[in-house]
């Protein structure tokens, strides 16, 4: 079974969680669970779509969470990323999606999957069971390098004061692996949020939300990231 969560905040989220989902039952040989996190608004399209993919398809589950419950721990947060502070909630569901539950792959609404998603998961699954430092067993989570030089502050019209700190080139957290056990019990939201504060004292505000949050953890906490 592989399971992965996407955030969809409004009905333009929720088509755009939509294409990623068919992109993503089009290539997979597993079974499936998604889980989805979403407003009112959202949950409603999403209902309509998904109940008639499972009746049509075989082995797939899905399940509908109330962004709200993460709103409350999030929304304090000073961004000028156009998703506000939804942006965040993808880092902060570990407490939201089943205890049961120890691994998710993190999809954002608008990427489309080409590939088996089985194969990202294996791949995630064993970057979480190989320790990355004596000092931690294993990762929080696992993304991939960005495409683009945003963190190297060069790009034309970039404010530096907009520019957080990143290793190298940068991650990008438009697809995720969360250790969802680890973060549970080494107290990811402390790591993250603390880091955060610290941060925002010289930036004032995140530029693209919980990607930069990553990333200044990464860069303080090289195994935090796989």
Not at 166 to 176: C, D, H, Y
Request: charged share 15%; net charge neutral.
């Amino acid at each position: 079974m592989v399971h992965v969560a996407m955030v969809a905040a409004g009905t333009d989220a929720a088509r755009g969680a939509a294409v990623v989902a068919r992109s993503l039952l089009q290539h997979r040989t597993s079974c499936i669970t998604l889980h989805l996190i979403c407003d009112p608004d959202a949950a409603s399209s999403l209902h309509i779509l998904t109940r008639g993919l499972s009746k049509a398809l075989p082995c797939l589950n899905v399940a509908f969470y109330s962004i709200q419950d993460v709103m409350r721990d999030v929304s304090w947060i000073p961004t000028r990323h156009l998703a506000g502070a939804y942006g965040f909630v993808k880092i902060a569901i570990e407490h939201t999606l089943p205890a049961s539950l120890d691994q998710v792959i993190v999809l954002d609404t608008d990427v489309t999957v080409h590939q088996d998603i089985a194969q990202l998961w294996h791949l995630v699954g064993a970057a979480f069971a190989a320790p990355t430092e004596a000092q931690h067993p294993a990762a929080f989570l696992a993304a991939a390098w960005q495409q683009s030089h945003w963190y190297f502050g060069n790009l034309t019209g970039t404010a530096l004061g907009d520019v957080w700190p990143a290793r190298g080139i940068g991650l990008n957290t438009g697809v995720m692996g969360l250790n969802l056990k680890h973060m549970r019990s080494n107290n990811w939201r402390q790591v993250w949020e603390q880091e955060l504060r610290h941060q925002l004292k010289q930036f004032g505000h995140t530029t693209l939300a919980e990607q930069d949050a990553v990333n200044a953890v990464h860069a303080r906490h090289g195994a935090a990231v796989a």
